[in-house]
Every structure is written in C-alpha cells, then in structure tokens.
C-alpha cells in the first residue's frame, strides 16, 4: 500500500501539465524498459502514464506499434505492486482495441480475477471482458456468474457493469445471468443494486411485458438505493409514454409517491419525469412544488436543477411555471451565473406583457456581468419574446441594439443580428425599427460574415420598406470602406433595389457602374452581371437572376460537379437539377444554457455515400430529390424492409433497406425481384452479398423513366429473395451446409408526381410569376373530391402534388398555390381552387409549365 502514498514535495510542485509535448516514439521506446528486470513499479508507472494520456488524447498507434506496447506490458504482471498493477489492466483495456494477438492474456486474467486479491478482481474483470469476443465468453461464465453475486461491492459491479457491455454483442449469453443480477437488485450496497438493475432492464429492453412485470414488482417492494430508483423512475415513465390506457396508471402513481423520497436525487427524478411525459396531461403541481422549493435550496446544485427544469417546462406549460415568479426573481442575483440565466429566461418566457419593462431593467445590470455562452441564452430569450407580445418591439429592439453596441464576439452579435432579423421577418410593425439598427451596427462592425447576412437582408427587406433610398447610402458606405466580400455582398444588395424599384434604377445604374472599376474580380463581376441583366429591362431575367436565387445545396453541388468533370466533362451542366437548400423549420425553443447544436444533414447528403457503391452511379447526373423512406413490411415481422426512392434525371434507383431480426439466420445473395409499369427498363441490380442479424444493409435497383412524363406513373411490385444460412445463435458462426433458397413478399409501392418534383409553396411574389407565365401552355381541370370536408381535401391535394401545407390559404374557399422543379430542370406552378358545393367538395385545377405534357401530368396525378 506504500505505492499510493505521494511525497510532500510531489504534493507542493502543482505546476504545469507534466505530460505536455509528449512526444510518441520516445514513449513507445521507453516501453521496453517494462523488459527489465527487477521491475521499477514507480517508473513503469509512470510510462503507462503516459501511453494512456497519448491514447486518451487522440494520438493513433499503429497496429504493429499498439501490438508492442501491448506484449510489452503484459510483462509487468510478474509485479506484485497493486497500484502498477491496476494500471496495467488499464493499459490492456485500452490497447485491446488497436493490438493484434490480444487473447493470450486471458489465462493470466482470469488467474487475478478469481484469486483472493480483491484490489486486482474487480479491474481484471473489466480487462478480461473488453478483450474477450463472443466465442470466448462461455469460458468464463461461470466466473462472471460468481463474480456477480460477489460479497465485494467492488467486484459485483465490475461484473455487473461488463456484463451490460457485452450485452450488445452477446445478448443472449447475458440473458443467462439474469438470476444472479436479480439477487443483486436486493443489496445492501446502492451502487450494485443499481448496477444490477441497469443490467436486469438492458437484457429485456426488447421484450416489452417482461419489463412491465419488472417494474411492477420493483414498484411494490422497497428499493434501498436512490440510484437504482431513479433508474425505476425512468422505466416507469418510459412504460407510461408507450400505454395510453388506464393500465399505466399505477406507474404515475409511483412516480408520485417518490416525490415524497427522502433522498433530493430521487425526489428531483421523479418531478423531472412527470413534467416531461408527453402524453398524459397531469396535475403539476406537486412536481412544480419540489421544483420551487429546489429553488430556494442553500446547494447550487438543486438550484440549477429546479431552475433548469422549470426552464424547460415554460415549453409546454408556462402557466403551471408563472407561480414560481418570485422564486425565480429571487435567482437572479444567484452567484452561479448558470443558474441566474436560466432564471432570467424562464421570468421572459413566463412573463405577463406588464411585467416586460421591469424585466428588461433588471436584466440590464446583469447582463453586463455574465460571459458571452450566457448572454446568447438570454438573447435568444429575447427573441421569443418579441414574438409572443409583437407590441413591445420599440424596447425590445432597443434593448437588443444597446446589446448590440456592447463588446462581444463574433457568436454573441451573431445571436443578437438574428433576434434582430427575426423581428423584421416576422413583424412588420418593427421592419424599420430593426433595419435602422442593423445599418448602425453595419458601419463600425468588425465582423464579415455578420456584415455580409445583413447586408443580404437589407437588400431583401430594403426595397420593400416605406423609403427604401434611405438605406442606399449605409449600404454604398460598404462598397467605399470594407473588404472584398463585403463589397461583393453590397453590389449584391445594391442591384436588388435597382430590380424591385423602377424610380431609383438611374441611380442605381450610375453606383454600379463605378463598382465596375473596382480591384476586386468578385465585385467587378457582380456589378458588370447586374448592370447588364438591369439594362435588359425584362422582368423574368430580373427575377430569376436578382430578386429570386435559386440557392442549391452546396454540399451535393460540389458532388454532382465533381462526378460531372469525371463522367461527362464536355457536357452542359445543369445547375437546376440540384436541390435547393431546405428553409429550416421553425422548431419549438426549450430555455437551455447549451447553444451549440449539431449541423442536421440533408437527406440527400446522408445517402449521397451509399449511393457512391454503385457502379456508374455517376454517369446519371446530378441527383435531383430522395424521397423519405416507405416501410413495405410490418414492423414486427423477421425481415425488416424499406424503400427509399432517389430519383435523376431519367433514372430511378430504388434503396431496399433490409434488416434481419433472427439472430439464428444469416441471409446471403439477398436481393429484389422487381415488377415495374410497362415501360420502366432495368439497368442495373446490386444486391447484398451478406445480411447478419440485426444490422442493415442495402439491395438497389437503377432504373430508367419512361422518355413520356405520362408513363412515369405506376405501381411497383417487390418479393425479397435469398439464401438460408442457420447459424449459432450466441457466436452468429453459420452451420456447415450449403443453405436453402427462400423468399418473402413485400408490400406494392408507387411512383407518384410528388416523388418526381421538388416543389415549394408560392411566395409573396407568386401572383407575378403566373402572370409573367401566361404566355405558357396550360392545362385545367375540374375535380370532385372524395373528401367531405374542405380542409382535409386541401391537404390530401397537397400531399398528392408533393406540396407543402404552407400552400394552403383561404377560409370558405381554400386556395393551393405552389410550384416547383421537375425532374430534368422544368419548372411547373400550380394553382388550385377548393370548394364545397351541394354536390360536395369540387377543386379546379390549373398547372403551367414550359412542357405542356408536364401540366398534364399534374392534371393526371390527381385525377
């Protein structure tokens, strides 16, 4: 035990981080001193020190490098030092992932975790489990089983613990040891009773009714630790979310009761899980109760509980959080600044319209006091408040702009230009308000990113606003002073009042035409386009190349121009084919101290990579659309399948993901025997070589469209084939044996008009764009709907053209307009009248398009 105690001079020397500019292969050298003998437990300490800190860090190590380090520390076991020891199971544990050959210790393993050290049992434990592989595992389950039930608390929980690891890859060797994890549920100790639990739960996530028989006879019987109660907890909501029956009553019931715990942790748990169920609309307020009292606790740790809890709660319920007003108030001057934030933002979020001014008063002093992270938060509060009380906009813009004004980086004044930005979208009071802000903020700001977005907006909101000359000058200022994006960015919004503004067009002409001798290409560029494009005076050339961008996904831009230059370099590209970017949904805000969230793909961006399996996939183009998945077999059946359709130009590929749920089969040659319409050809077939137990994997299927729009309409049919392989259950080792072929149906599918156009509802200007397409061919129609009422009809047209409900207008007469792309680059717009009538809901439908056997088409979809 000496080996734990430090000097009182290692104590004293607190400098910087020793293992700073470790350097790899001096590290890997020094291994070899763990050969020598009699070993150094202090020095060979340190080494292993050092190789995790290079591992824990993200440094790689080769195979042949990890394998050395490996073996080389493996010599070390001939030390009886307990803290040299431990570490190196710690050093195994890691290694095992990048070492090759790592099986030869499990002997000596197994030696320490059933000898009579307990300081060696339990890490041994964990080593041997982290190295060994499915078809090992029987060798030591006998040991795992009495390590489970192990007197040391120590040791059962190792145990317990690699036992819920190894359940991912061997679930059924674990389920095995379920008696003795239920023996552990009962002990005395809180972390094994946890431990045990965890594991209990995880082995019968799948089978639904054996979990509500757990949680039934947990709930009855007195559960010593707070942790495997809050775990029960989190169960039991679970089980309540899932059943809307009156059967999940006795679990609220429990849930309940533990709010009356006599531990904080329970306590807190329980008023977590009833303010989060979704489903059931419940009595909160003795969950809030515990909530308010957590407020008002001496530990700031229950207080940023209580306070982010309520935080999240004004979501969905801010009347049940307004009683806590004064508790709140109380938390802003709370030290933890964490806590006065989320305590600021609830107060906005929960707040009357009265009580606005005096907020913003106090939030002025704190504000001042808090790190950029905690301002955004409260910025963003902000923010939703200017939409909830629209008449506040005068001082809630002014209270943004004095923020603006303050020091701040780049992420904080970008928030605040958001705020700013939303409130002249979405509030049309406040449009001159907030542009006169941001052209301040322009002229002093250090930010180029933020300068060129709110010159983008200037020129977009600018020349709509009551005197759009006014903001020439803040923007021209841009073209004088700045940088070369920003410049390019200004010529931009400079052109855009020129399009939307026939008296200011002189004067436009006369700024663009000195930008024109600008340093910059980008500018010169830009000024040169717009000027030429202006002089034209035609309105469809103004429009699609200055008012109304089409803006394509960059990420599959730069994709389809890369296969483009490899496939087919002397071809015209067709910029139109690529999707546009998606506008972001606007999401229901939750009061968090996080602000940073990941970057959400696009569908077509997180299927692009298996699209790239297929021979040739590049010779179709530029992909046009992905249509969300279809499933065409039951959820609970063997065989899991669903259909993605990635539709071309003129091909269709057609993505069957396929799952196998028996873990006793594995599937080989899988693929799809397609029956398509009349004219669709086959071109290419790409199955799945191998399909194991329950991971995923994809059949495709290129096919070419009919060369007539009308013929691209139809029904597919599908039937799953394969070969039969049995394999062992536990190890997935298939029997010896050639297999026996075998099919499985699959559910019909169509393809549709909205599969095939990349549509969008029409936008404050869609009234111009049908009349500038007059001239083009235009099909009409009149239709008597099957649906009796006039709303459900106007969404089931929409759903059937691929629309979005946003195209929807109108109360007595519901109005569609929209349009879109199809596929090949033409445009089409839609414009559809809804009514009801004595003879029942009748809609009139016209479709223009340049193509006019495409506006039929449209007729023909709906017909």
Sequence with gaps: MSSFKRDKKEEEDTGGNPYQNLDKTIILQEARYFNETPVNPRKCSHILSKILYLLNQGEKLTTQEATDAFFATTKLFQSKDVMLRRMVYLCIKELSKLAQDVIIVTSSLTKDMTGKEDLYRAAAIRALCSITDSTMLQAIERYMKQAIVDKNPAVSSAALVSALHLSSTAPDLVKRWANEAQEGINSDNAMVSYHALGLVAATRRNDKLSTVKLVTRLAKSPIKSPYA????????????????????????????????????????????????????????????????????SSKASLRLAGARTLARLTAKHPAAVAACAVDLENLISDPNRSVATLAVTTLLATGAESSIDRLMKQISSFVSEISDEFKIVVVKAIRRLCTKFPRKHQSLAAFLAGMLRDEGGLEYKAAIADAIIALVEENPDAKETGLAHLCEFIEDCEHTTLAVRILHLLGREGPKSRQPSRYIRFIYNRVILESGPVRAAAVSAVAQFGAQRPELLPNIKVLLSRCELDDEDEVRDRAILYNAILETGDPQLINDYIINIQKPNPVLLERALRDHNEAQPEARFDIMAIPTEEEKQAKEDIVEVEVRKPVQASIEEIYSEQLAKIPGIEKLGPLFKTVPHIDLTEPETEYRVRLLKHIYARHLVLQFECINTLNDQILEQVHVRLEPPQDFEIRTIVPCQKLVYDKPDSVFIVLEYPSAYYDSLGTFGATLEFVVHDCDPNTGVP?????????????????????????????????????RAERAPEATDTFVLPQNDINEAAKAVCEHLGLPKAAISGDAVKEIRGGGIFRGGAPVLVRARIASSSAGVTMKLAARSPREDLAQLLLAAVG
């Excluded at 559910?747 to 009349?771: H, I, N």
């Design 735 to 771: 029997d010896s044996g050639e297999g026996y072929a075998d099919s499985y149906p699959l559910e019909e599918f169509e393809m549709g008009c909205a599969d095939q156009l990349r549509a969008k509802a029409g936008l404050d200007d869609w009234e111009q764009a049908w009349d």
């Design 229 to 296: 109660l809050c775990l029960l907890i989190r169960l039991a909501a679970q089980l309540v979310e899932e059943d809307d029956s009156d059967a999940s009553q006795p679990y609220i019931e429990f849930i309940e009761c533990c709010l009356r715990h006599k531990s904080e942790m329970v306590i807190y748990e329980a008023a977590h899980a009833i303010v989060n169920l979704r489903k059931c609309a419940r009595d909160l307020a003795p969950a809030v109760s515990v909530l308010q009292l957590f407020c008002g």
